[in-house]
């Protein structure tokens, strides 16, 4: 058996292994709150579980979705996590996790367009409407952005916060998936106002100065004296900030969107790779470059933190190097760089180096793993980037 296969097949061992009757948990380690069901966790979990065929991961994919409905609150908000006896919930401890309720919507609907079974997605379309007057709520100046706190999603401890681009690409990913289940013309258009805002705001350029779309136009102007294409805006607030960092979980999602065009996607794709790609240990890192003592936003950095301060250079989203990312990313890569295949390969390498642990992160200078392991999407990242290279399915069905 090949690394490439070897890898694949050790990574549904650790869906597998993560199975319970309440759903997915996030890792196998019992440390802080990863033996719960987590939002974020299980739907890429979920995600990556049906494309492998595996009827018993598409059930687990189902009894996430229930156990994350049950737990919605009264505003439509879906947890972050949920203890398996559910008597514990967690929404967010510093801020509240916007992302977690987009997942829940992306989950509903892939798993229904996935599978055809169109019951599940009538049996929880309250739970869904419910989801997505929630985020509608958080657009709070009512023009088609989700205003995101710092700590907001994903990258709970980093710095990034306002209007984040990770947040309204996988936004607009929720609504796109409504409207192909439903054909709510009002979705439709809310879902086209968010694209045009995205490929406006985050890719500035000068022909755009005045267009209608342009969220603020001073802020716009300014960001045109720095921006260089083709990667786009990170975030950008209502306090005169912008910032252009290399975010590749962004970068990834937009690679199978329709948002930006093809050849745009390509220079993304080879812009990433020579700019991020570290030889020695070939795993993007979530953020690029580090934040050190010396960069300005290190005293937005160093004390965002909830138990103990993660984000050191080099380390967590710092810099660290992500096998969930770089997952995300080979497989949005796969139309648009031919090396894809020779870097799949690495990928299994590393997984292996270290015996399959599937750790959150590498250490971006030391790259040795850490954080949490036995993480259900580090082996996700590594099952989508398959299945896309080896046998050309998308993880999202658009």
Request: net charge negative; with cysteine; aromatic share 14%.
């Amino acid at each position: 058996m090949s690394v490439v296969e070897e890898a694949y097949e050790k990574s549904i061992d650790l869906l597998t292994h993560l199975q319970t009757e309440k759903g997915f948990v996030a890792s196998l380690e019992d440390v802080a709150n990863y033996k719960r069901i987590w939002s974020r966790d299980g739907i890429i979990a979920g995600l990556a579980g049906m494309l492998t065929g595996r009827e018993d991961l598409k059930q687990t994919f189902l009894a996430t979705l229930h156990t994350l409905a049950r737990n919605q609150d009264h505003t439509g908000r879906i947890v972050s996590n949920v203890t398996l006896d559910e008597g514990t919930k967690s929404y967010g401890t510093t801020v509240g996790r916007v992302d977690a309720t987009i997942w829940f919507v992306i989950g509903v609907c892939q798993y229904t367009l996935r599978t055809g079974e169109h019951f599940i997605f009538d049996e929880l379309h309250e739970e869904i409407k419910k989801a997505l007057f929630y985020l509608e709520c958080l657009e709070l100046n009512g023009r088609g952005l989700l205003y995101v706190p710092q700590g907001g999603d994903w990258a709970d401890e980093y710095i990034t916060h306002a209007y984040v681009l990770f947040d309204q690409v996988l936004y607009y990913t929720a609504l796109r998936n409504y409207y192909l289940l439903t054909h709510d013309q009002r979705t439709d258009e809310r879902a086209d106002v968010l694209r045009e805002l995205i490929a406006v705001n985050y890719f500035p350029q000068k022909k755009h100065v005045h267009h209608p779309r342009v969220y603020n136009k001073s802020l716009f102007e300014m960001s045109l004296e720095t921006y260089s294409p083709p990667l786009p805006i990170a975030y950008f607030s209502a306090h005169n900030a912008f910032n252009h960092r290399v975010a590749n979980f962004d970068n990834a999602l937009l690679l199978v969107l329709d948002i930006i065009d093809e050849d745009m996607k390509t220079a993304i794709t080879h812009t990433v790779f020579s700019r991020c790609m570290n030889d020695t240990l070939p795993i993007l890192p979530a953020f690029s470059p580090v934040i050190d003592e010396q960069d300005p936003m290190w005293v937005f950095l160093k004390d965002n933190y909830l138990y103990e301060f993660k984000n050191k250079p080099y380390c967590f989203h710092n810099g660290g190097l992500w096998p969930l990312v770089h997952g995300f990313f080979l497989a949005g890569a796969a139309d648009h760089d031919e090396s894809v295949e020779y870097r799949l390969e690495s990928f299994a390498n590393t997984l292996k180096r270290d015996m399959y642990i599937f750790p959150e992160f590498y250490h971006g200078e030391t790259y040795e793993p850490r954080g949490t392991t036995e993480l259900g999407f580090s082996a996700a990242g590594y099952i989508l980037a398959y299945k896309k290279i080896r046998e050309q399915v998308n993880y999202l069905t658009l």
